[in-house]
C-alpha cells in the first residue's frame, strides 16, 4: 500500500468504525466480575503539522483492530519460501517497488506485509550457528532441526538414514500424500536442490543430486540419489508422488548421452511418463498443457531457472505463472492440497553480491504470493511466507529519503530543503553505495570513483568488508509472514521447525505423521 492510499484509508475512517482502540481496565467491582474496559476511540481525522503521520498511524491501527482470527481447519497450505530473503531484503525490495512506480519507495509495502501476522524465525540449524539451506529447509518441511546440509533426515544421521528401513522425519508432502490432498512443488533453482529436496528425498549431503556424485560407501548402504527418490515417490509408500513438480534441474534427470549427468542408463523424464505423468521443457509446453494434464513434471532449464532479469519468457515461465499454474490445478481435489513454492535464486545473487538481481528476485517472488493470495480463500488456504535463512547484506550510509536505493548514497540536504546534494564521501573521499555486503567477492578498488551509473548497472556488485569467493548466509532471524486459518499462531521469536507445527495444526494432524483413526483433530 501506498502512502497516498494510507492516507485515503485514514481519512475515511469514522468514529464509530475505530472505537475499538485502547482499552484501560476498570477497577474491580466489589462483587462479581468486573465491568467492561471503557475503549478510547480513534480520531476520524486531524488537522495541522503531522496530520498524516497520525493518520497513517490511526490507518494501521484500525487494520489491525478489525484483523480476523481464523480458526477453523485448513483445507490447503502453501509455504511460500524465497531463499536468503533477510529483513535487509525484505526493505530494499519493498523500497525498490515503489521506486520502479515513481515513489520515493520507503511508505512502500510489499503485499504479504500487510497480512499482519508475523514472527521473527530463528535460523540455526542443529550443529550450526549460521545455517545452510538443507538444514533450514528440513526444519520447515519435517518439524526437526537438522545439521548444515542435511535433506530430511535426523541431526547426525549418516549412511544409516539410507536404505528402505531407515528412520527419517516424515516429510509434510508425505504426510499430505498419505492422507490423499494433492501436492505440488515449485521452484526456480534445481528441483533437487536443498529446499524443494526437503519436501520428498532423505539423504545426509545435500550434494547428492544425481547418481554420479554418490560415493561408493553411499551406495553399498542404500543410497540413492536425489532425482531418483522424486521419481521413486510414484509407488512410494507415502501416496502416488506430488502432482506437479515445476522447476530446473533437467540435468540430473537425464542420460549424458541426452545432455545430462545421470550414469546408471535412466531417463528419469521417461520414468515419470511411463507412470502416467506429463513432461515438458519449456514455457510454451507448460503454457500448452490442457487443465486435465496429468502430474505435470517442468524442467526449464539444465540447472537453476535464470534470474527474473535475465528470464526469456518465451524459454521460461516466471516463478508467478508456476504458481498460479500449480493452484489452479492443485485447487481441483476437493480433499485439498499442499503446495511448496521456493524462489531460489535471490540466494545466488546475494552470493554473488549482485544486489540488483537479488531484488528483482524478490520482487518476482512477491508478485507469486500474491497470485496465490489472490486465487485462494483465506478462510480455508493457510498461507505462509517465510525465509529459510538470511545474508550478510546491509542498507547504510544516511541517504535521504527516496535515494534510489541501488545507487550512491546522497544524504539530506543540510538546509532541510529538496535541493540535489553531492554523494556522501567514504574516509578514502570518494562515494559508495546505499546496499553493501560483509562478505563477499568484490571489494573497494584502490583507485578510481564509482558513479552513479555504474552502480545502477544490473551487473554491478556491491562491495564487501570481508574478501571471500562467495558472500555467505547470515545468522539473525528471519520473518514469516502468515494469512488463513491459525494464522495468529505466527506471532513474537520463534523457532523455525514450529512453522512446520503450525501447518499440521492447521491441517488438524498431530504432526507429520501417518494418518491413524482418532489421531487427527482440528485441535491436539
Not at 333 to 350: I, Q
Request: charged share 20%; net charge negative.
Amino acid at each position: 500500500m501506498t502512502f497516498r492510499a494510507l492516507l485515503a484509508a485514514a481519512s475515511g475512517l469514522s468514529l464509530a468504525a475505530c472505537s475499538t482502540l485502547a482499552t484501560t481496565p476498570a477497577p474491580d467491582a466489589p462483587d462479581g466480575p468486573p465491568p467492561a474496559r471503557t475503549l478510547a476511540p480513534i480520531a476520524a481525522s486531524h488537522e495541522g503539522p503531522g496530520a498524516d503521520w497520525r493518520q497513517i498511524a490511526d490507518a494501521e491501527i484500525t487494520a489491525r483492530l478489525n484483523r480476523p482470527q481464523r480458526e477453523g481447519q485448513a483445507r490447503n497450505v502453501i509455504l511460500f519460501v524465497a531463499d536468503g530473503m533477510s529483513l535487509a531484503t525484505i526493505t530494499a525490495s519493498r523500497i525498490l517497488d515503489g521506486q520502479q512506480r515513481g515513489e520515493t519507495g520507503e511508505e512502500n509495502y510489499l503485499p504479504f506485509e500487510e497480512w499482519g501476522h508475523s514472527a521473527l524465525i530463528k535460523t540455526y540449524n542443529e550443529n550450526a550457528q549460521v545455517a545452510d539451506s538443507a538444514g533450514t529447509a528440513t526444519a520447515l518441511l519435517t518439524g526437526v532441526k537438522s545439521h548444515i546440509g542435511a535433506i530430511s533426515v535426523y541431526a547426525r544421521q549418516t549412511l544409516d538414514s539410507c536404505g528402505p528401513d531407515a528412520d527419517v522425519p516424515m516429510t509434510t508432502l508425505e504426510a499430505a500424500e498419505s492422507r490423499g490432498l494433492s501436492t505440488g512443488i515449485v521452484s526456480t533453482a534445481r528441483i533437487t536442490h536443498a529446499t524443494p529436496a526437503t519436501a520428498y528425498a532423505h539423504v545426509p549431503l545435500r550434494d547428492w543430486e544425481v547418481d554420479a556424485v554418490l560415493p561408493e560407501a553411499a551406495v553399498a548402504a542404500g543410497c540413492t540419489d536425489i532425482a531418483s527418490q522424486l521419481i521413486a515417490t510414484l509407488d512410494g509408500p507415502y501416496g502416488d508422488g506430488p502432482e506437479l513438480v515445476l522447476g530446473g534441474g533437467r540435468a540430473a534427470f537425464l542420460t549424458a548421452d541426452a545432455g545430462g549427468q545421470r550414469q546408471d542408463g535412466r531417463d528419469l523424464t521417461s520414468e515419470w511418463v511411463a507412470a502416467g505423468g506429463s513432461y515438458v521443457e519449456d514455457a510454451a509446453g507448460l503454457r500448452a498443457l490442457p487443465l486435465d494434464a496429468p502430474r505435470p513434471l517442468g524442467l526449464f532449464s539444465r540447472s537453476h531457472m535464470a534470474y527474473e532479469h535475465d528470464r526469456i519468457d518465451a524459454e521460461e515461465p516466471s516463478v508467478e505463472e508456476m504458481t498460479r499454474f500449480a493452484v489452479e490445478r492443485l485447487s481441483r481435489d476437493e480433499d485439498g492440497f499442499f503446495l511448496l513454492v521456493e524462489s531460489g535464486r535471490v540466494d545466488h545473487a546475494h552470493h554473488g553480491s549482485n544486489a540488483h538481481r537479488a531484488l528483482t528476485d524478490a520482487l518476482a517472488f512477491s508478485r507469486a504470493v500474491e497470485a496465490a493470495a489472490e486465487m485462494t480463500d483465506p478462510d480455508e488456504t493457510l498461507i505462509l511466507v517465510t525465509a529459510d535463512h538470511g545474508h550478510v547484506f546491509s542498507i547504510a550510509g544516511y541517504p535521504r529519503r527516496g535515494n534510489p536505493i541501488l545507487g550512491l548514497v546522497h544524504p539530506p540536504a543540510p538546509d532541510l530543503t529538496d535541493d540535489p546534494t553531492p554523494p556522501s564521501p567514504a574516509q578514502d573521499g570518494r562515494p559508495y553505495t546505499t546496499l553493501g555486503y560483509y562478505t563477499g567477492p568484490h571489494q573497494r578498488p584502490e583507485e578510481g570513483a564509482l558513479t552513479q551509473e555504474q552502480a545502477l548497472d544490473p551487473d554491478y556488485r556491491q562491495e564487501s568488508a570481508v574478501p571471500m569467493g562467495s558472500e555467505t548466509h547470515s545468522g539473525e532471524d528471519v520473518i514469516a509472514f502468515a494469512r488463513g486459518p491459525w494464522a495468529h499462531l505466527v506471532d513474537g521469536t520463534m523457532e523455525q521447525n514450529t512453522l512446520n507445527r503450525i501447518i499440521t495444526f492447521a491441517y488438524g494432524w498431530p504432526g507429520n505423521t501417518p494418518p491413524e483413526t482418532g489421531a487427527d483433530a482440528a485441535a491436539d
